[in-house]
Nanobody, 114 residues
């Protein structure tokens, strides 16, 4: 059974940092392109960062230069370091494959205060 469990969110002041982690079970995360998504209240879920099977990364313009996605294959996890957080980064963050294949996890809430 595939399961995605996100963690690491929290409340932080603008300019602060957080590290999110996504633990996968039921599949080998390294065999897939993976992404971090977010959904802010009243908005659609959006892909903010992706990492290919080969390790190439890409980012939404809104987070480029501030967020870094990376794999920890030995732990079957994908993580994202978020620096210089802004209030507009406030959202629930999720992970999934680049083209979402699996049911969404519960997500992890990130709240950035101004």
């Amino acid at each position: 059974q595939v399961q995605l469990v996100e963690s690491g969110g929290g409340l932080v002041q603008a300019g602060g940092s957080l590290r999110l982690s996504c633990a996968a079970s039921g599949f080998t995360l390294g065999s897939y392109g993976m992404g971090w998504y977010r959904q802010a209240p009243g908005k659609a879920r959006e892909l903010v960062a992706g990492i290919s099977r080969g390790g190439s990364t890409n980012y939404a313009d809104s987070v480029k230069g501030r967020f870094t996605i990376y794999r920890e294959n030995a732990k079957n996890t994908v993580a994202m370091q978020m620096n210089n957080l802004k209030p507009e980064d406030t959202a629930v963050y999720y992970c999934n494959t680049i083209t979402p294949l699996w049911s969404w996890g519960q997500g992890t809430q990130v709240t950035v205060s101004s």
